[in-house]
């Protein structure tokens, strides 16, 4: 009988393992890490030679557009904040079963809708003829005269508040529900209306939550293009139509890498503060 | 016997292989390009020479549709392919240039029939670069100033009538920057052939010169404080979205999809085109074909077909109200007058022979937007 060492078959059973993750592990290095890589060091590419001039090029043409982007995300990441609140604060503390069956039942249907399609319907709602100024009208509430069109800013925030707010509500009604009623049930014991019982008592406690929501949301409108370009693909405009731009009119992966760079670094950004605060946490 | 029917098997399989080719013509451009292919230039083909089938490839539009297709053909010439997987491609003029100067291209315009028919300038030069020989011009199309004659009884003949008119009715005129297609492009061009302070034709024919880009300041300036005054629009659809709304009075519109959505009834048939002077751009689409193509006999037979004067008429003209490709009397022929006069109703050949500009070479096209960027925010 063939005698086997102690770790003798550890060994191969490591190895197996990690044959096993190889494929996936694979997939992660060539598919997402290399790109990563390779546009990151095209961003220091001009003609050839390592430099700055991307970078110049980018400050010099689109500062403006990279104030823009963070202005209209971080906007859009307030708003989608109240709003999640409010709805999971609804399903939580609401006491029409009626009601907050129906809100249950309504607020998630948006984030089955592709961004394009959200782009697109919004774009024929918010023009100065639109559905929405023509009902207003119709309700007399505006007259003809001073209907504007909201397709600018204003629509890109609408388009993301829309699209985004059911995704964190449903995060942040998930954690609500799951919270120990105990609290709430002596808080309002001792008297505490409902917007003390929301703010006070039940946002604390799911703030983790809300914070990862509101993050993932943050990144996910960094990324979007179709928005932008159906609605306000003007100047200032936001970092993702700039580089589609970069790359179809003047084929430059130059200064799109160096834009692609700085959406990762504020995107980064975030997701540094996340980082900062679990860890705080856990400590 | 049974030998002579094993020869004829033999023979008529040895044959198939030729016969039944899949053609690829991967073609930039909006979706109306693809259904062009598949639903009248495919099956045309198809029953043309029986056996063989085309696959088309939409790109995607504008300028994106033509960039992934160099991109595609850099890639194959990168890895060294020696069959491409492309055997026609439609890509708009300003890709033409760097394919032909990349040597992907053949030269195949000679030995077609339609080669002949082709009298145009912008097939010889596309943006500066000669690319003679090496394209057919699918259809030009031609960028004009679309109006809602209730609100303008008087439209501007020329960019400057126009610029007061603007400033004279705040946010009247729309236009769609640069940003969301090529209307929006081509009305900036046609400002720079305005006022650009140097010589038009240097931009449109070149030689390139850096002191050239330093002319324009002052119409970038004006161009800044006219956008502030005008609505901008998202996308060259959009222009004509808020057209037919009664959102803007005026705008620039590509002429084949002002015309198009007249017929669809998407645009009121009384909204009417001019082309103020100076003038503005418009360009052709190409047919071309790699070098490497892996079906070149067949792809010649294939465009040769769709540059035929009665292809030219029917659907290019007929259909899509583009302006033929190969020369004009060559497919006026093959058309009764109604049809060929929808094409001139506003823009008379006169008006387009005098102020259909092209668009200014390619380092003056980059220099051009790029400053658009700096001074338009």
């Keep these: 009988m063939p005698i086997i060492p102690p770790n003798g078959r550890t060994m191969p059973k490591r190895f197996l393992g990690l044959l096993l993750v190889l494929p996936a592990l694979a997939v992660i290095a060539f598919l997402f890490i290399l790109p990563l890589i390779m546009s990151a060091v095209g961003a220091f590419q001009v003609e050839g030679t390592f430099g700055w001039g991307n970078f110049t090029k980018t400050f010099d043409l689109y500062t403006k557009d990279i104030i823009f982007t963070v202005m209209i995300v971080s906007l859009s990441t307030v708003l989608i904040g109240i709003a999640s609140i409010a709805i999971g604060g609804y399903l939580t503390l609401g006491e029409h079963p009626v009601a907050v069956a129906i809100l249950r039942w309504l607020y998630r249907w948006p984030m089955f809708i592709p961004f394009i399609v959200v782009g697109q319907i919004l774009r024929t709602f918010l023009s100065k003829n639109g559905m929405m100024n023509n009902t207003f009208i119709n309700l007399g509430l505006l007259t003809p005269l001073d209907a504007v069109s909201f397709l600018d800013w204003r629509g890109i925030v609408i388009a993301f508040v829309w699209k985004q707010t059911p995704f964190v509500a449903l995060l942040v009604a998930g954690a609500m529900a799951s919270i120990n009623r105990d609290t709430i049930e002596a808080a309002r014991n001792l008297g505490a209306s409902r917007l003390r019982l929301l703010l006070e008592i039940v946002v604390p406690q799911v703030a983790m939550t809300l914070t990862v929501g509101l993050i993932l949301s943050f990144v996910t409108m960094m990324s979007v293009l179709s928005v932008p370009l159906m609605i306000n693909a003007q100047s200032p405009t936001m970092l993702t139509a700039d580089i589609a731009f970069r790359v179809n009119s003047y084929g430059d992966y130059g200064v799109a890498n160096a834009l692609g760079l700085i959406s990762l670094v504020l995107a980064a950004s975030v997701a540094w503060i996340y980082l900062r605060a679990s860890l705080k946490e856990r400590a | ?377």
């Design chain 2, 1 to 377: 016997m049974k030998k002579m029917s094993y020869a004829a098997f033999a023979v008529v399989f040895a044959a198939l292989p030729v016969h039944a080719e899949e053609l690829t013509v991967a073609t930039a451009g909006d979706q109306n390009m693809v259904d062009y292919i598949n639903q009248y230039l495919g099956p045309l083909f198809e029953k043309t020479y029986p056996g063989n089938t085309v696959r088309a490839v939409g790109t995607g539009p504008g300028d994106a549709g033509s960039q992934k297709i160099l991109e595609r053909f850099d890639a194959q010439s990168a890895a060294k392919s020696d069959k491409w997987d492309v055997d026609v491609a439609v890509v708009h003029e300003k890709f033409v240039g760097p394919m032909v100067t990349k040597n992907y291209l053949d030269k195949y315009r000679s030995d077609i029939e339609t080669g002949k028919l082709v009298t145009r300038a912008n097939a010889k030069m596309a943006l500066g670069t000669n690319v003679d020989g090496y394209v057919m011009p699918m259809f030009n199309s031609q960028t004009a100033i679309a109006y809602n004659p209730a609100l303008v009884p008087n439209p501007p003949k020329s960019y400057a009538e126009l610029a007061d008119w603007a400033k004279a009715h705040p946010k009247q005129f729309g236009y769609n920057g640069i940003k969301g297609g090529a209307s929006g492009v081509s009305f900036v061009m046609g400002w720079i052939y305005a006022f650009g302070g140097g010589d038009a034709n240097t931009l449109m024919n070149g030689p390139f010169k850096e002191d050239e880009t330093k002319k324009w300041d002052a119409a970038f300036k004006s161009l800044a404080d006219f956008t502030t005054n005008a609505t901008l629009t998202p996308g060259n659809a959009g222009t004509l979205d808020l057209l037919s709304r009664g959102e803007i009075a005026m705008g620039p519109v590509w002429v084949d999809m002002f015309y198009s959505w007249q017929a669809n009834g998407q645009l009121p048939p009384t909204m009417k085109l001019v082309l103020p002077a100076p003038g503005m751009p418009g360009q052709p689409m190409h047919y071309v074909m790699p070098e490497k193509a892996a079906h070149k006999a067949l792809a010649e037979k294939f465009i040769a077909l769709a540059t035929s004067p009665k292809v030219q008429a029917e659907g290019i003209v007929k259909r899509f109200n583009w302006y033929p490709g190969i020369d004009a009397d060559n497919v006026k022929r093959e058309l009764d007058d109604t049809t060929w006069n929808k094409l001139f109703v506003d823009i008379s050949p006169a008006d387009l022979a005098a102020k259909g500009k092209p668009f200014p070479i390619a380092p003056y096209n980059t220099a051009i937007l790029e400053a658009y960027e700096k001074s338009v925010k």
